[in-house]
T-cell receptor, first 113, second 113 residues
Framework: NAGVTQTPKFQVLKTGQSMTLQCAQDMNHEYMSWYRQDPGMGLRLIHY???????DQGEVPNGYNVSRSTTEDFPLRLLSAAPSQTSVYFC????????????FGPGTRLTVL | AQSVTQLDSQVPVFEEAPVELRCNYS??????LFWYVQYPNQGLQLLLKYLSGSTLVESINGFEAEFNKSQTSFHLRKPSVHISDTAEYFC???????????FGTGTRLTIIP
């Protein structure tokens, strides 16, 4: 099993550009989530999904969109990148919910100029 | 208000000395409690968790944490640290009735040889 994979590992964008961060898991997990990690602020939940076709907002959803068309994939879309979105983004998955062990991907380091 | 606080952003400890990393939460409902560890340049991994039952939980690498309901705390302890314990440690809380996992700001543990 590859676990949770994220692409790309690094990305530099200009303000206003759009892009999609990819996240995939091969463990048949129902629960998937996206976090951003910023210095001194820990991890903050952006969006999460409890199963295919179901998504919900976390603490900091503004500027981000998600969809969950399959169990395996949970892409995060930045519609119009802003410097405030410079961060490290982590995707995580678990069997069925947030009390289950969360398996994190290796992260995507995004810089918005 | 529901929140989680890690009081120490950095903790330096001599090798083979004991360590305690503090975590407090604020909640009017029941909670589920977690400690996750992030080694340099990696994603997070579950260290241990408390869902119910015995208030003292242990990890496979010698860490333990005790749920103290009256103090609303879940401090992480290890009697003797090693260089390999160098990492950032995150306390996380799931509040009953809320599917989201809320992370603290993290404590960076530095081991001094």
């Amino acid at each position: 099993n590859a676990g949770v994979t994220q692409t790309p590992k690094f990305q530099v964008l200009k303000t206003g550009q759009s892009m999609t961060l990819q996240c995939a898991q091969d463990m048949n997990h129902e629960y998937m989530s996206w976090y951003r990690q910023d210095p001194g602020m820990g991890l903050r939940l952006i969006h999460y999904s409890v199963g295919a076709g179901i998504t919900d907002q976390g603490e900091v959803p503004n500027g981000y969109n998600v969809s969950r068309s399959t169990t395996e994939d949970f892409p995060l879309r930045l519609l119009s990148a802003a410097p405030s979105q410079t961060s490290v983004y982590f995707c995580a998955s678990s069997i069925s919910g947030s009390t289950d062990t969360q398996y994190f991907g290796p992260g995507t380091r995004l810089t918005v100029l | 208000a529901q929140s989680v606080t890690q009081l120490d952003s950095q903790v330096p400890v001599f090798e083979e000395a004991p360590v305690e990393l503090r975590c407090n939460y604020s909640s009017s409902v029941s909670v589920y409690l977690f400690w996750y560890v992030q080694y340099p340049n990696q994603g997070l991994q579950l260290l241990l968790k408390y869902l119910s039952g015995s208030t003292l939980v242990e990890s496979i690498n010698g860490f333990e944490a005790e749920f103290n309901k009256s103090q609303t705390s879940f401090h992480l302890r290890k009697p003797s640290v090693h260089i390999s314990d160098t990492a950032e440690y995150f306390c996380a809380v799931r509040f009953f009735g809320n599917e989201k996992l809320t992370f603290g700001t993290g404590t960076r543990l530095t081991i001094i040889p």
